[in-house]
Nanobody, 127 residues
Framework: QVQLVESGGGLVQVGGSLRLSCAAS????????MGWFRQAPGKEREFVAS????????YYADSVKGRFTISSDNARNTVYLQMNSLKPEDTAVYYC????????????????????WGQGTPVTVSS
């Protein structure tokens, strides 16, 4: 069984920064891709960013492009989400997810593409 544990969430003011971490534990595995999603109260879970481990390609939602950066430390089975210039609309619970199999041509931006999920870490951006 694979476990994903997010950390780094919290309360930050508008314009501030946070770095989220997602550490994989349990049996060793090599995921093909990892992603970050978020869910605000009363809204559906939405794609934030993903990274393909085979080629290190990264993909972002338009709403976070230029402000957020996803990166991966494969040796530590950890993925990060650096969030800068935070806005109130970034307030949500952030989830990381892992997909085991490579999928040609995918940007890994759909929740149903992922096999494992973390429990989420809340981010609140205050104005």
């Amino acid at each position: 069984q694979v476990q994903l544990v997010e950390s780094g969430g919290g309360l930050v003011q508008v314009g501030g920064s946070l770095r989220l971490s997602c550490a994989a534990s349990g049996r060793a595995f090599s995921s093909a891709a990892m992603g970050w999603f978020r869910q605000a109260p009363g809204k559906e879970r939405e794609f934030v960013a993903s990274i393909s481990k085979s080629d290190d390609n990264t993909y972002y939602a338009d709403s976070v492009k230029g402000r957020f950066t996803i990166s991966s430390d494969n040796a530590r089975n950890t993925v990060y989400l650096q969030m800068n210039s935070l806005k109130p609309e970034d307030t949500a619970v952030y989830y990381c997810a892992a997909r085991l199999a490579y999928r040609w041509g995918s940007t890994y931006n759909r929740p149903d593409e992922y096999d494992y999920w973390g429990q989420g870490t809340p981010v609140t951006v205050s104005s």
